[in-house]
């Protein structure tokens, strides 16, 4: 003889959370789990869009929003030397660079936990790093930047989408417990870079337009 569910487990049936569903920010469509952003410049913020909006939204330098690219690319032989790092007075030791348009300079972020916090840029020192490593003239305009991860023994840079720096800026903000971030913000940060090297390719910086190193 069956037995009929009780009426506390179908309660408990329907009290399982659904699973979110992403929507382009722009017309409401629903968003596969990888989908493209679009980044507001005059205020940094980015949005979700589907591949139509972000197609009809991406109108240059001079519009409201600007498409982010996906290319990922590790400057394998980057060229920075101690004295140069030290000349761009950042305060840790995770950075990104990009050209702001709406402010017509230069901006370099670390994140803390706090979040995304801006750092006076020595800019003599950037363009000291333009001169010998000139693929970064490549670099667009408020949706791509210079990632830097000089964590410990760590000697990598990349030029990457401006949404993955600040997905790296809610890795630590999430992650970080007591004064020094704990084991595990280190962790989490090794486990970001780990997904980044999967998704880029190698690229030298002599400026060869992304030809694999």
């Known amino acids: 003889m069956a ?3 009780s009426p506390l487990s179908a309660l408990r049936r329907f009290a399982k959370p659904r699973p979110v ?3 382009c920010e722009l017309c409401g469509l629903e968003l596969p789990k990888e989908h493209q952003h679009l980044l507001e410049p005059a205020n940094r913020k980015l949005l979700c869009a589907c591949d139509a909006c972000a197609i009809l939204f991406d109108t240059g330098e001079n519009g409201r929003f600007r ?4 290319r990922i690319r590790k400057l394998v ?4 030397t101690d004295e140069q790092w030290a000349g761009l007075h950042l ?3 995770l950075a990104f660079i990009y050209r702001s348009t709406p402010a017509k300079r230069v901006i370099a972020m670390y994140p803390s936990p706090a979040g995304a916090t801006e750092s006076l840029l020595n800019l003599e020192s950037w363009d000291e ?3 010998v490593n000139p693929i970064l003239r490549e670099m667009q305009p408020d949706v791509e930047s ?14 990457a989408p401006i949404d993955e720096c600040f997905r790296l800026v809610g890795v630590i903000r999430g992650s970080w417990r007591g004064l020094s971030g704990g084991h595990e913000v280190w962790g989490k940060i090794k486990d970001f870079f780990d997904d980044l090297g999967k998704r880029g390719s190698e690229v030298r910086v002599e400026g060869d337009g992304g030809q694999r190193a």
């Open 3 to 5: 037995v009929a569910p």
């Open 21 to 23: 569903v992403e929507r």
């Open 67 to 70: 498409r982010i690219p996906r």
């Open 77 to 80: 032989d980057f060229q920075i």
């Open 91 to 93: 305060p840790i030791n």
């Open 129 to 131: 790093l333009i001169a």
């Open 146 to 159: 210079l990632l830097i991860n000089r964590v410990g023994d760590e000697r990598h840079y990349w030029m």
